[in-house]
């Protein structure tokens, strides 16, 4: 059983694309995450929602857009896709109480040509 | 703005060694301190998690530490396998609340050899 499970688990794309990256959770918990791992493996916070609501946008462009149709659910869509783009997308969630580890995806990896 | 991180970069050892992976961070206002091991091509595993009130956590031959006030951790591991061969990322939780935004460092890659 997956506990945070993204799909698909590549994605190649060219210039100017839009895709979107799914992501699910059967934890229960109730706050779900967007990180991104760029080339240099360095891992950053890109949005965190909380029952659906937003509670984290870290100055990440608006071309990217999550979307949570219910707290199970954090789907990432990205408008007219860069070469800067490319990268390890990580969905995460916790359930939201005090000091509970984060569950991660097993990424997604996305090439923009 | 929090930095992390995290000495040696990269570290190899021979199957039994016990081995001390260093993370400092420089803003103490922390919520709590993960440690997580990532596998080549995989998400992370979450290892440990100490809160800002504690000094330590073990889980079986995984000891973690931390010092708020000085800004370190570190994960002590005994007796080490190749299967723990993998990279570790110290990740503290920024603010006072509990956001679940992760600063994370770049890691220490390890590599353990039978």
Same mark, same amino acid.
């Given at each position: 059983?997956?506990?945070?499970?993204?799909?698909?688990?590549?994605?190649?794309?060219?210039?100017?694309?839009?895709?979107?990256?799914?992501?699910?959770?059967? /934890?229960?918990?109730?706050?779900?995450?967007?990180?991104?791992?760029?080339?240099?493996?360095?891992?950053?916070?890109?949005?965190?929602?909380?029952?659906?609501?937003?509670?984290? #946008?870290?100055?990440?462009?608006?071309?990217?857009?999550?979307?949570?149709?219910?707290?199970?659910?954090?789907?990432?869509?990205?408008?007219?896709?860069? /070469?800067?783009?490319?990268?390890?997308?990580?969905?995460?969630?916790? @359930? #939201?109480?005090?000091?509970?580890?984060?569950?991660?995806?097993?990424?997604?990896?996305?090439?923009?040509? | 703005?929090?930095?992390?991180?995290?000495?040696?970069?990269?570290?190899?050892?021979?199957?039994?060694? #016990?081995?001390?992976?260093?993370?400092?961070?420089?803003?103490?206002?922390?919520? #709590?301190? @993960?440690?997580?091991?990532?596998?080549?091509?995989?998400?992370?595993?979450?290892?440990? /998690?100490?809160?800002?009130?504690?000094?330590? @956590?073990?889980? *079986?031959?995984?000891?973690?530490?931390?010092?708020?006030?000085? *800004?370190?951790?570190?994960?002590?591991?005994?007796?080490?396998?190749?299967?723990?061969?993998?990279?570790?990322?110290?990740?503290?939780?920024?603010?006072?609340?509990?956001?679940?935004?992760?600063?994370?460092?770049? *890691?220490?890659?390890?590599?353990?050899?039978?």
């Amino acid at each position: 059983d997956t506990a945070v499970s993204q799909t698909p688990k590549y994605l190649v794309t060219q210039m100017g694309n839009d895709k979107s990256i799914k992501c699910e959770q059967n /934890l229960g918990h109730d706050t779900m995450y967007w990180y991104k791992q760029d080339s240099k493996k360095f891992l950053k916070i890109m949005f965190s929602y909380n029952n659906k609501e937003l509670i984290i #946008n870290e100055t990440v462009p608006n071309r990217f857009s999550p979307k949570s149709p219910d707290k199970a659910h954090l789907n990432l869509h990205i408008n007219s896709l860069e /070469l800067g783009d490319s990268a390890v997308y990580f969905c995460a969630s916790s @359930q #939201n109480t005090d000091n509970s580890p984060l569950h991660f995806g097993n990424g997604t990896r996305l090439t923009v040509t | 703005k929090q930095e992390v991180t995290q000495i040696p970069a990269a570290l190899s050892v021979p199957e039994g060694e #016990n081995l001390v992976l260093n993370c400092s961070f420089t803003d103490s206002a922390i919520y #709590n301190l @993960q440690w997580f091991r990532q596998d080549p091509g995989k998400g992370l595993t979450s290892l440990l /998690l100490i809160q800002s009130s504690q000094r330590e @956590q073990t889980s *079986g031959r995984l000891n973690a530490s931390l010092d708020k006030s000085s *800004g370190r951790s570190t994960l002590y591991i005994a007796a080490s396998q190749p299967g723990d061969s993998a990279t570790y990322l110290c990740a503290p939780q920024a603010g006072s609340s509990n956001t679940g935004k992760l600063i994370f460092g770049q *890691g220490t890659t390890l590599q353990v050899k039978p």
